[in-house]
């Protein structure tokens, strides 16, 4: 047997006048996407932001539904429309902003499996690092160099065979 060991670096910020202008801003547009998010259910609204090679920010937020499956999380409402518009370009960064409608959040909500994955396709499609801001309405930030760093063991096409 071998035992391994799988570790990133996390960076933590107390401030988000810590981070670059275009991270501030990045933030800052995600947590304006998630004042319209549509979170009847769970009453937890989540807002996405993401930033293209080209300049270009697209935004998503979580859009639920009463039958549950249908629903889409930010992260993936933002990823799938910026391949959608913008094939092809680099994503950047994606930042992602959370909070509940009954309580105080002070912790950053990390993306779920299903938008890891979304997010860790598109950053192996592109064949460079997506850096992931998460921010809750109150605390620190997180920032990850890479989805590959929070989803290390990754499923992808290279186990389908010749694609």
């Known amino acids: 047997?071998?035992?391994?060991?799988?570790?990133?670096?996390?960076?933590?910020?107390e401030h988000d006048n810590e981070l670059s202008q275009n991270e501030q801003k990045l933030?800052?547009?995600?947590?304006?996407?998630?004042?319209?998010a549509y979170a009847p259910y769970s009453r937890f609204k989540v807002g996405a932001a993401v930033l293209l090679e080209n300049g270009e920010t697209v935004i998503g937020n979580n859009q639920e539904n009463a039958s549950y499956p249908s629903g889409l999380c930010a992260e993936r409402?933002?990823?799938?429309?910026?391949?959608?518009?913008?094939p092809g370009v680099a994503i950047k960064?994606?930042?992602?902003?959370?909070?509940?409608?009954?309580?105080?959040?002070?912790?950053?909500?990390?993306?779920?499996?299903?938008?890891?994955?979304?997010?860790?396709?598109?950053?192996?499609?592109?064949?460079?690092?997506?850096?992931?801001?998460?921010?809750?309405?109150?605390?620190?930030?997180?920032?990850?160099?890479?989805?590959?760093?929070?989803?290390?063991?990754a499923f992808n096409n290279s186990f389908l065979g010749d694609s």
Do not use: W
């Open 77 to 86: 409402v933002a990823i799938f429309q910026a391949g959608a518009r913008f």
């Open 27 to 36: 933030l800052h547009t995600a947590e304006a996407a998630r004042e319209n």
């Open 1 to 13: 047997m071998e035992k391994k060991r799988i570790a990133f670096d996390l960076f933590v910020f």
């Open 93 to 153: 960064a994606v930042a992602i902003s959370a909070a509940a409608m009954d309580h105080v959040v002070d912790q950053p909500a990390a993306p779920c499996g299903n938008c890891r994955q979304a997010i860790m396709e598109y950053e192996q499609k592109q064949q460079s690092p997506i850096t992931i801001l998460l921010k809750a309405e109150k605390g620190p930030i997180y920032k990850c160099s890479s989805m590959a760093d929070i989803l290390p063991l």
